[in-house]
Protein backbone atom coordinates (compact mmCIF):
# COMPACT_ATOMS: atom_id res chain seq x y z
CA UNK A 1 0.00 0.00 0.00
CA UNK A 2 1.58 3.37 -1.05
CA UNK A 3 0.35 6.95 0.55
CA UNK A 4 -1.14 8.97 -2.55
CA UNK A 5 -1.55 12.36 -2.68
CA UNK A 6 -3.72 13.88 -5.40
CA UNK A 7 -3.83 17.17 -6.36
CA UNK A 8 -7.22 18.38 -7.39
CA UNK A 9 -8.73 15.27 -6.24
CA UNK A 10 -12.15 16.73 -6.01
CA UNK A 11 -12.02 17.79 -9.42
CA UNK A 12 -13.17 15.54 -12.58
CA UNK A 13 -10.09 13.76 -13.32
CA UNK A 14 -9.22 13.60 -10.11
CA UNK A 15 -11.89 12.04 -8.18
CA UNK A 16 -11.51 9.39 -10.76
CA UNK A 17 -8.45 9.27 -10.15
CA UNK A 18 -8.67 8.83 -6.37
CA UNK A 19 -11.48 5.78 -7.12
CA UNK A 20 -9.26 4.18 -9.10
CA UNK A 21 -6.40 4.30 -6.46
CA UNK A 22 -8.49 3.18 -3.63
CA UNK A 23 -9.73 0.19 -4.98
CA UNK A 24 -6.11 -0.66 -5.76
CA UNK A 25 -5.64 -0.83 -2.55
CA UNK A 26 -3.41 2.96 -1.90
CA UNK A 27 -4.25 5.15 0.83
CA UNK A 28 -5.46 8.91 -0.59
CA UNK A 29 -4.57 11.88 0.10
CA UNK A 30 -7.10 14.28 -1.68
CA UNK A 31 -5.82 17.60 -1.85
CA UNK A 32 -8.16 20.70 -3.02
CA UNK A 33 -9.02 24.36 -2.74
CA UNK A 34 -12.42 23.59 -4.43
CA UNK A 35 -12.30 25.98 -6.94
CA UNK A 36 -13.17 23.86 -9.75
CA UNK A 37 -13.85 21.06 -8.11
CA UNK A 38 -16.63 19.37 -5.60
CA UNK A 39 -18.09 17.80 -2.81
CA UNK A 40 -20.46 15.70 -4.76
CA UNK A 41 -17.74 14.03 -7.28
CA UNK A 42 -16.14 12.41 -3.62
CA UNK A 43 -18.75 12.01 -1.54
CA UNK A 44 -18.91 8.29 -2.56
CA UNK A 45 -15.47 8.26 -1.11
CA UNK A 46 -15.53 10.43 2.32
CA UNK A 47 -16.24 7.58 4.37
CA UNK A 48 -13.56 5.21 3.29
CA UNK A 49 -11.09 4.44 5.74
CA UNK A 50 -7.82 5.13 3.61
CA UNK A 51 -9.34 8.18 1.78
CA UNK A 52 -8.88 11.76 3.40
CA UNK A 53 -9.67 15.21 2.50
CA UNK A 54 -7.42 18.34 2.82
CA UNK A 55 -8.57 21.33 1.90
CA UNK A 56 -5.74 23.24 0.61
CA UNK A 57 -4.40 25.79 -2.01
CA UNK A 58 -0.98 24.56 -3.62
CA UNK A 59 0.09 27.90 -4.11
CA UNK A 60 1.42 27.73 -0.04
CA UNK A 61 3.60 24.75 0.46
CA UNK A 62 2.08 21.82 2.67
CA UNK A 63 3.95 19.23 4.73
CA UNK A 64 2.52 15.34 4.32
CA UNK A 65 4.22 12.08 4.05
CA UNK A 66 3.65 10.76 1.62
CA UNK A 67 4.87 7.82 -1.90
CA UNK A 68 3.69 9.68 -4.90
CA UNK A 69 2.30 12.80 -5.82
CA UNK A 70 -0.10 13.17 -8.90
CA UNK A 71 -0.46 17.50 -9.62
CA UNK A 72 -3.77 17.83 -11.33
CA UNK A 73 -4.27 21.25 -9.33
CA UNK A 74 -5.46 23.66 -11.79
CA UNK A 75 -8.63 24.83 -13.55
CA UNK A 76 -8.93 23.10 -16.91
CA UNK A 77 -11.49 24.55 -19.18
CA UNK A 78 -11.05 28.48 -20.02
CA UNK A 79 -13.93 29.61 -18.68
CA UNK A 80 -12.43 28.95 -15.65
CA UNK A 81 -8.59 29.19 -16.22
CA UNK A 82 -9.30 32.92 -17.80
CA UNK A 83 -11.62 33.44 -14.40
CA UNK A 84 -8.59 34.50 -12.28
CA UNK A 85 -5.93 34.60 -14.94
CA UNK A 86 -3.09 34.89 -12.04
CA UNK A 87 -4.16 32.36 -9.67
CA UNK A 88 -3.80 30.30 -12.90
CA UNK A 89 -0.43 30.73 -13.36
CA UNK A 90 0.31 30.69 -9.94
CA UNK A 91 -1.10 27.46 -9.62
CA UNK A 92 1.12 26.01 -12.20
CA UNK A 93 5.00 27.77 -11.22
CA UNK A 94 4.28 28.40 -7.53
CA UNK A 95 2.45 25.48 -6.87
CA UNK A 96 4.33 23.30 -8.76
CA UNK A 97 7.47 24.36 -7.08
CA UNK A 98 5.97 23.62 -3.79
CA UNK A 99 5.33 19.90 -5.16
CA UNK A 100 8.43 19.12 -6.33
CA UNK A 101 9.61 20.76 -3.31
CA UNK A 102 7.86 18.12 -1.50
CA UNK A 103 8.88 15.54 -3.47
CA UNK A 104 12.51 16.55 -2.34
CA UNK A 105 11.90 16.25 0.93
CA UNK A 106 10.05 12.84 1.51
CA UNK A 107 11.70 11.26 -1.75
CA UNK A 108 8.06 10.59 -3.52
CA UNK A 109 7.53 10.41 -7.01
CA UNK A 110 5.77 13.38 -9.33
CA UNK A 111 3.26 13.26 -12.34
CA UNK A 112 2.62 16.15 -13.35
CA UNK A 113 -0.79 16.42 -14.94
CA UNK A 114 0.18 18.62 -18.21
CA UNK A 115 -1.99 18.93 -21.26
CA UNK A 116 -1.69 19.19 -25.40
CA UNK A 117 -2.14 22.68 -25.04
CA UNK A 118 1.75 23.29 -24.64
CA UNK A 119 1.54 22.38 -28.55
CA UNK A 120 -0.62 25.81 -28.69
CA UNK A 121 -2.25 26.38 -32.25
CA UNK A 122 0.14 23.13 -33.94
CA UNK A 123 1.52 23.10 -36.71
CA UNK A 124 2.61 19.57 -36.48
CA UNK A 125 -0.30 17.06 -36.81
CA UNK A 126 -0.73 15.28 -35.57
CA UNK A 127 1.21 16.61 -32.48
CA UNK A 128 4.27 13.92 -31.16
CA UNK A 129 5.86 14.45 -27.92
CA UNK A 130 8.92 15.84 -29.61
CA UNK A 131 7.29 19.15 -31.18
CA UNK A 132 7.88 21.86 -29.14
CA UNK A 133 4.60 23.95 -29.74
CA UNK A 134 3.06 26.95 -31.11
CA UNK A 135 1.96 28.82 -28.04
CA UNK A 136 1.15 32.56 -28.09
CA UNK A 137 3.57 34.23 -25.00
CA UNK A 138 0.43 37.06 -24.09
CA UNK A 139 -2.75 36.01 -25.27
CA UNK A 140 -6.15 35.02 -23.19
CA UNK A 141 -5.28 31.61 -22.75
CA UNK A 142 -1.22 32.20 -22.17
CA UNK A 143 -1.89 31.61 -18.02
CA UNK A 144 -2.89 27.89 -18.78
CA UNK A 145 -0.72 26.98 -21.81
CA UNK A 146 2.87 28.61 -20.30
CA UNK A 147 2.01 28.42 -17.07
CA UNK A 148 1.72 24.32 -17.48
CA UNK A 149 5.00 24.50 -19.93
CA UNK A 150 6.84 26.11 -17.11
CA UNK A 151 5.56 23.18 -14.78
CA UNK A 152 7.32 21.17 -17.00
CA UNK A 153 10.68 22.94 -17.23
CA UNK A 154 10.74 22.91 -12.98
CA UNK A 155 9.42 19.08 -13.57
CA UNK A 156 12.69 18.41 -15.78
CA UNK A 157 14.70 20.55 -14.02
CA UNK A 158 14.30 19.21 -10.62
CA UNK A 159 14.91 15.86 -12.26
CA UNK A 160 18.17 16.83 -13.55
CA UNK A 161 19.53 19.16 -11.06
CA UNK A 162 18.32 16.95 -7.44
CA UNK A 163 17.58 13.74 -9.72
CA UNK A 164 13.91 14.04 -8.32
CA UNK A 165 11.32 11.06 -10.08
CA UNK A 166 9.29 12.68 -12.19
CA UNK A 167 6.64 11.69 -14.93
CA UNK A 168 5.19 13.81 -17.13
CA UNK A 169 1.55 13.29 -18.74
CA UNK A 170 0.68 15.21 -21.46
CA UNK A 171 -3.25 15.15 -21.47
CA UNK A 172 -5.45 15.86 -24.49
CA UNK A 173 -9.55 16.80 -23.89
CA UNK A 174 -11.04 14.19 -21.83
CA UNK A 175 -14.83 13.85 -20.95
CA UNK A 176 -16.95 12.07 -18.85
CA UNK A 177 -19.19 11.82 -15.95
CA UNK A 178 -18.12 14.44 -13.38
CA UNK A 179 -17.57 17.05 -15.82
CA UNK A 180 -18.73 20.36 -13.78
CA UNK A 181 -21.91 21.64 -15.28
CA UNK A 182 -20.63 25.27 -16.28
CA UNK A 183 -17.17 24.77 -16.98
CA UNK A 184 -17.78 25.94 -20.67
CA UNK A 185 -15.58 22.78 -21.64
CA UNK A 186 -17.35 21.83 -25.12
CA UNK A 187 -18.81 18.22 -24.58
CA UNK A 188 -20.73 19.37 -21.33
CA UNK A 189 -21.94 22.50 -22.87
CA UNK A 190 -23.21 20.74 -25.80
CA UNK A 191 -24.54 17.59 -23.60
CA UNK A 192 -26.39 20.52 -20.74
CA UNK A 193 -27.75 22.61 -23.90
CA UNK A 194 -29.18 19.53 -25.82
CA UNK A 195 -30.80 18.60 -22.74
CA UNK A 196 -32.52 21.93 -22.06
CA UNK A 197 -33.67 22.13 -25.62
CA UNK A 198 -31.37 25.28 -25.63
CA UNK A 199 -29.27 26.19 -28.78
CA UNK A 200 -26.03 24.47 -28.89
CA UNK A 201 -23.37 27.05 -29.57
CA UNK A 202 -20.77 26.17 -31.95
CA UNK A 203 -17.89 29.26 -31.76
CA UNK A 204 -16.51 29.71 -35.19
CA UNK A 205 -17.61 27.59 -38.24
CA UNK A 206 -17.08 24.62 -36.16
CA UNK A 207 -14.39 23.50 -38.50
CA UNK A 208 -12.19 23.02 -35.68
CA UNK A 209 -11.14 20.09 -34.53
CA UNK A 210 -10.45 17.81 -31.40
CA UNK A 211 -9.89 14.34 -30.32
CA UNK A 212 -11.85 13.31 -26.96
CA UNK A 213 -10.63 10.59 -24.84
CA UNK A 214 -13.34 9.01 -22.34
CA UNK A 215 -11.76 9.45 -18.67
CA UNK A 216 -11.87 5.59 -17.82
CA UNK A 217 -9.24 5.39 -20.37
CA UNK A 218 -7.29 8.78 -19.45
CA UNK A 219 -6.95 7.69 -15.68
CA UNK A 220 -5.48 3.72 -16.48
CA UNK A 221 -2.93 5.81 -18.68
CA UNK A 222 -2.02 7.75 -15.71
CA UNK A 223 -1.45 5.18 -13.49
CA UNK A 224 0.57 3.51 -16.14
CA UNK A 225 3.00 6.20 -16.22
CA UNK A 226 3.39 6.57 -13.28
CA UNK A 227 4.39 2.85 -11.82
CA UNK A 228 6.88 2.45 -15.14
CA UNK A 229 10.36 2.68 -14.72
CA UNK A 230 11.38 3.54 -18.80
CA UNK A 231 10.82 7.29 -18.98
CA UNK A 232 10.08 10.38 -17.90
CA UNK A 233 8.41 11.61 -19.75
CA UNK A 234 6.63 13.84 -21.51
CA UNK A 235 4.25 11.14 -23.04
CA UNK A 236 1.15 11.89 -24.96
CA UNK A 237 -2.77 10.39 -23.37
CA UNK A 238 -5.71 11.05 -25.45
CA UNK A 239 -7.65 9.43 -27.99
CA UNK A 240 -6.48 9.89 -31.62
CA UNK A 241 -10.22 9.53 -32.83
CA UNK A 242 -10.38 13.21 -34.43
CA UNK A 243 -13.87 15.01 -35.14
CA UNK A 244 -15.18 18.51 -35.90
CA UNK A 245 -16.61 20.51 -33.07
CA UNK A 246 -19.40 21.33 -35.74
CA UNK A 247 -19.53 17.12 -35.95
CA UNK A 248 -19.71 17.00 -32.25
CA UNK A 249 -22.63 19.16 -31.73
CA UNK A 250 -24.48 16.77 -34.16
CA UNK A 251 -23.52 13.57 -32.40
CA UNK A 252 -24.50 15.18 -28.91
CA UNK A 253 -27.81 16.32 -30.07
CA UNK A 254 -28.33 12.71 -31.58
CA UNK A 255 -27.10 10.98 -28.66
CA UNK A 256 -29.40 13.11 -26.20
CA UNK A 257 -32.56 12.71 -28.62
CA UNK A 258 -32.51 16.67 -28.11
CA UNK A 259 -34.29 19.12 -30.88
CA UNK A 260 -31.90 21.90 -30.26
CA UNK A 261 -30.78 23.97 -32.77
CA UNK A 262 -27.11 24.07 -33.89
CA UNK A 263 -25.89 28.60 -33.67
CA UNK A 264 -22.65 29.88 -34.36
CA UNK A 265 -20.75 31.88 -31.63
CA UNK A 266 -17.84 34.43 -32.20
CA UNK A 267 -14.62 31.95 -31.73
CA UNK A 268 -12.50 32.46 -28.87
CA UNK A 269 -8.78 34.31 -29.72
CA UNK A 270 -6.45 32.00 -30.00
CA UNK A 271 -8.37 28.80 -30.09
CA UNK A 272 -6.35 25.74 -31.34
CA UNK A 273 -7.35 24.65 -35.07
CA UNK A 274 -6.41 20.91 -34.83
CA UNK A 275 -5.24 18.64 -32.03
CA UNK A 276 -4.61 15.11 -32.20
CA UNK A 277 -2.59 12.79 -30.50
CA UNK A 278 0.42 10.72 -31.31
CA UNK A 279 0.31 8.09 -29.27
CA UNK A 280 3.31 6.04 -30.38
CA UNK A 281 5.16 6.58 -27.10
CA UNK A 282 2.21 5.43 -25.17
CA UNK A 283 1.46 2.06 -26.83
CA UNK A 284 5.33 1.60 -26.64
CA UNK A 285 6.15 2.52 -23.46
CA UNK A 286 2.86 1.90 -21.31
CA UNK A 287 1.32 -0.75 -23.36
CA UNK A 288 -1.96 1.76 -23.18
CA UNK A 289 -3.97 2.66 -26.28
CA UNK A 290 -7.69 4.03 -25.56
CA UNK A 291 -10.44 1.27 -25.58
CA UNK A 292 -13.48 3.46 -25.18
CA UNK A 293 -14.87 5.84 -28.23
CA UNK A 294 -16.44 8.83 -28.76
CA UNK A 295 -19.27 6.68 -29.56
CA UNK A 296 -19.31 4.58 -26.37
CA UNK A 297 -18.55 7.16 -24.24
CA UNK A 298 -21.12 10.13 -25.08
CA UNK A 299 -24.14 7.91 -23.98
CA UNK A 300 -22.82 7.16 -20.84
CA UNK A 301 -21.60 10.95 -20.06
CA UNK A 302 -25.22 11.82 -21.18
CA UNK A 303 -26.94 9.87 -18.42
CA UNK A 304 -24.64 11.46 -15.59
CA UNK A 305 -26.18 15.12 -17.18
CA UNK A 306 -29.12 13.65 -17.38
CA UNK A 307 -28.99 12.57 -13.57
CA UNK A 308 -27.51 16.08 -12.39
CA UNK A 309 -29.70 18.44 -14.25
CA UNK A 310 -32.97 16.52 -12.85
CA UNK A 311 -31.34 17.34 -9.52
CA UNK A 312 -31.18 21.15 -10.01
CA UNK A 313 -34.42 21.35 -12.35
CA UNK A 314 -37.29 23.47 -10.57
P1 LIG B 1 -11.03 20.30 -12.86
O1 LIG B 1 -11.16 21.78 -12.92
O2 LIG B 1 -12.25 19.48 -12.75
O3 LIG B 1 -10.06 19.87 -11.68
C1 LIG B 1 -9.04 20.67 -11.17
C2 LIG B 1 -9.08 20.57 -9.66
O4 LIG B 1 -8.01 21.33 -9.10
C3 LIG B 1 -10.37 21.14 -9.05
O5 LIG B 1 -10.88 20.25 -8.11
C4 LIG B 1 -9.93 22.46 -8.42
O6 LIG B 1 -10.75 22.84 -7.34
C5 LIG B 1 -8.50 22.12 -8.03
N1 LIG B 1 -7.62 23.29 -7.91
C6 LIG B 1 -7.47 24.30 -8.79
N2 LIG B 1 -6.53 25.16 -8.36
C7 LIG B 1 -6.06 24.67 -7.17
C8 LIG B 1 -5.10 25.11 -6.24
N3 LIG B 1 -4.41 26.24 -6.43
N4 LIG B 1 -4.88 24.35 -5.13
C9 LIG B 1 -5.59 23.22 -4.91
N5 LIG B 1 -6.54 22.76 -5.76
C10 LIG B 1 -6.76 23.48 -6.89
O7 LIG B 1 -10.18 19.88 -14.15
P2 LIG B 1 -9.80 18.43 -14.69
O8 LIG B 1 -10.37 18.31 -16.04
O9 LIG B 1 -10.08 17.40 -13.70
O10 LIG B 1 -8.23 18.60 -14.88
C11 LIG B 1 -7.30 18.06 -13.95
C12 LIG B 1 -5.90 18.35 -14.44
O11 LIG B 1 -5.69 17.73 -15.70
C13 LIG B 1 -5.59 19.83 -14.61
O12 LIG B 1 -4.28 20.08 -14.16
C14 LIG B 1 -5.68 20.03 -16.09
O13 LIG B 1 -4.86 21.08 -16.53
C15 LIG B 1 -5.24 18.69 -16.64
N6 LIG B 1 -5.82 18.43 -17.97
C16 LIG B 1 -7.13 18.10 -18.10
C17 LIG B 1 -7.65 17.90 -19.37
C18 LIG B 1 -9.09 17.52 -19.59
O14 LIG B 1 -9.51 17.42 -20.75
N7 LIG B 1 -9.87 17.26 -18.57
C19 LIG B 1 -6.83 18.05 -20.51
C20 LIG B 1 -5.51 18.41 -20.31
C21 LIG B 1 -4.99 18.59 -19.04
N1 LIG C 1 -16.43 25.18 -28.24
C1 LIG C 1 -17.62 25.41 -28.91
N2 LIG C 1 -18.75 25.65 -28.20
C2 LIG C 1 -18.77 25.63 -26.83
C3 LIG C 1 -17.55 25.38 -26.13
C4 LIG C 1 -16.40 25.17 -26.87
O1 LIG C 1 -17.65 25.41 -30.14
O2 LIG C 1 -19.85 25.85 -26.26
C5 LIG C 1 -15.21 24.91 -29.02
C6 LIG C 1 -13.99 25.72 -28.61
O3 LIG C 1 -13.97 26.96 -29.31
C7 LIG C 1 -12.87 24.79 -29.06
C8 LIG C 1 -13.44 23.39 -28.82
O4 LIG C 1 -14.86 23.56 -28.77
O5 LIG C 1 -12.61 24.94 -30.44
C9 LIG C 1 -12.96 22.75 -27.54
O6 LIG C 1 -13.17 23.66 -26.48
P1 LIG C 1 -12.88 23.31 -24.96
O7 LIG C 1 -13.08 24.59 -24.20
O8 LIG C 1 -13.66 22.13 -24.57
O9 LIG C 1 -11.35 22.87 -24.92
P2 LIG C 1 -9.99 23.38 -25.57
O10 LIG C 1 -10.25 24.55 -26.48
O11 LIG C 1 -9.16 23.75 -24.42
O12 LIG C 1 -9.53 22.20 -26.33
Same mark, same amino acid.
Given at each position: *????? =?????????????????????? &????? @???????????????????? =????? &????????????? @??????????? !?????????????? *??? *??????????????? $?????????? /??? !???????? =?????????????????????????? !?????????????????????? %???????? &???????? %???????????? +???????? &??????? *?????????? @??? @?????????????? =???????????????? +????? !???????????????????????????? /???????? $?????
Amino acid at each position: *MKTIL =VTGGAGFLGSHLCERLLERGDE &ILCLD @NFFTGSRPNIQHLLSHPRFE =VLRHD &IVQPIFVEVDQIY @NLACPASPVHY !QHNPIKTIKTSTVG *MVN *MLGLAKRTGARVLQA $STSEVYGDPD /VHP !QTEEYWGS =VNPIGRRSCYDEGKRVAECLCMDYHR !QHGLPIRIARIFNTFGPRMALD %DGRVVSNF &IVQALRGE %DITVYGDGTQTR +SFCYVDDL &IEGLIRL *MDQEETVGPV @NLG @NPEEITVRELADRV =VECAGSQSKIVQKDLP +SDDPR !QRRPDISRAKEILRWSPKISLEAGLPRT /VEYFKRVL $SHRWP
